[in-house]
Each structure stands twice: as C-alpha cells, then as structure tokens.
C-alpha cells in the first residue's frame, strides 16, 4: 500500500529519466524525480515538510484526502493545448 495523505499526479516525459510529479489536492507540491518510484517516495516525505511549512506560516492546510489516488501519466504537452485551444501563432 502506498501510504500518501493526498492524491499524486506523476508524469513521465520524453526523457525516460525523468518524472514530474505534483498533488492536485495540495496546491504548490510539486517535484521531481528519476522513476516512477523515486516519484512515489520523494512524495511521502515532501507533503509532510510541506504542510509543516504551510503551518508554519500560517496558512491554510488542506484536509487529508480519505481515499488519494496515485496517477501515472505522459506529460501534457503545453504547446499541443496551445494548438487545440487556438492560442498557438
């Protein structure tokens, strides 16, 4: 079991060794890594410092996810949204 207290968004780019990843439930987490699972374990400890940084400042703290899930994903192109978006000149 992957014990995560939010839900993981890892994607892989077009360099097989290297992975970003980020929490749609923690706005700002964000990382990056070498693996899928150097993606899963970095995540563990990162989300804790971050939300002991949050409280350390005085901000907001989002709520546990009850049921977080881990997606694994190819990088979303900016310039392909772009294109689909009719923004791209």
């Known amino acids: 079991m992957i014990d995560l207290r939010y839900s993981l ?3 892989a780019t077009e360099d097989p060794n290297f992975y970003g990843f ?10 990056v890594g070498h693996s899928i ?4 374990y970095k995540p563990k400890w990162g989300m804790e ?12 703290v989002p709520k546990a996810n009850p ?6 994903q190819n990088e ?3 310039e392909k949204d772009r294109v689909h978006a009719g923004t791209l000149t």
């Open 37 to 40: 699972e150097d993606c899963l």
């Open 22 to 31: 980020y929490s749609p439930d923690l706005e700002g987490f964000t990382g």
């Open 9 to 11: 968004v890892i994607e």
């Open 67 to 72: 049921s977080p899930t881990v997606v694994i």
């Open 76 to 78: 979303k192109s900016l």
């Open 49 to 60: 410092e971050y939300v002991a940084l949050l409280k350390e400042k005085d901000l907001s």
